[in-house]
């Protein structure tokens, strides 16, 4: 069983950046492909960005070169670094994870299905 818990949300402005923390229980990195999810009000939740055990990241086109993903292995957290924020950026974000062994790679799209999920932390852009 792997416990997901998120944080760092907050309010910011367009143009600042935040950097969001998902504390993991359990040694993950070595199993787990990891995710960054978000879900806008009245909208589908999206994938943003995925990190394999391996360390290497895959991001959706519309936060490429603005955000990043990385894991602190270990003190098992995940972040995600995010610069340059949009109003568009505004949503609930979420971490999740899967077991690696599931899939042939890791990534954030609709063919991985996360088993855990943390209960996200709320960021809010403004002009």
């Known amino acids: 069983q792997v416990h997901l818990m998120e944080s760092g949300g907050g309010s910011v402005q367009a143009g600042g950046s935040l950097r969001l923390s998902c504390g993991v229980s359990?040694?993950?990195?070595?199993?787990?492909?990891m995710g960054w999810y978000r879900q806008a009000p009245g909208k589908e939740r999206e994938g943003v960005a995925a990190i394999d055990t391996d360390g290497s990241a895959t991001y959706t086109d519309s936060v490429k070169d603005r955000f990043t993903i990385s894991k602190d292995n270990a003190n098992n957290i995940l972040y995600l670094q995010m610069n340059s924020l949009k109003v568009e950026d505004t949503a609930m974000y979420y971490c999740?994870?899967?077991?690696?062994?599931?899939?042939?790679?890791?990534?954030?799209?609709?063919?991985?299905?996360?088993?855990?999920w943390g209960k996200g932390t709320l960021v809010t852009i403004s002009t």
């Open positions: 999740a994870a899967v077991r690696r062994e599931y899939y042939n790679s890791c990534g954030y799209g609709s063919t991985y299905h996360m088993d855990y």
């Open positions: 359990g040694n993950t990195h070595l199993s787990h492909c």
